[in-house]
């Protein structure tokens, strides 16, 4: 199943500045394994070392923020939208 990714400005030198790039999975998980084939790197700014969403990194997919579905193993339907947004902090 093929999804469009949008990366985030601070990740788009793993995706040549690349705004929007196509994925392919079936899951989540899937879906970041095709972006570390494709786009070396990037999957150690999304997962910590234990193979893990990282705690300051968020991911939608379409709407849905995949920390309230099934974490890595949500569903990535076909023509899905997913984002990275890292977490702004400041104060």
């Given at each position: 199943m093929s999804v469009t990714v949008r990366i985030p400005?601070?990740?788009r030198t793993y995706t040549g500045g690349q705004a929007e790039v196509s994925a392919d999975g079936a899951t989540l998980?899937?879906?970041i394994a095709d972006l570390e084939k494709n786009h070396a790197g990037?999957?150690?700014r999304v997962l910590d070392d234990q193979g893990k969403l990282r705690r300051f990194v968020n991911v939608y997919v379409n709407d849905d923020d995949v920390r309230f579905e099934q974490g890595l193993q949500t569903v990535t339907p076909d023509g899905a939208g997913v984002s990275i947004i890292p977490a702004?902090?400041?104060g």
């Amino acid at each position: 199943m093929s999804v469009t990714v949008r990366i985030p400005t601070i990740l788009r030198t793993y995706t040549g500045g690349q705004a929007e790039v196509s994925a392919d999975g079936a899951t989540l998980a899937d879906v970041i394994a095709d972006l570390e084939k494709n786009h070396a790197g990037i999957s150690a700014r999304v997962l910590d070392d234990q193979g893990k969403l990282r705690r300051f990194v968020n991911v939608y997919v379409n709407d849905d923020d995949v920390r309230f579905e099934q974490g890595l193993q949500t569903v990535t339907p076909d023509g899905a939208g997913v984002s990275i947004i890292p977490a702004v902090a400041g104060g």
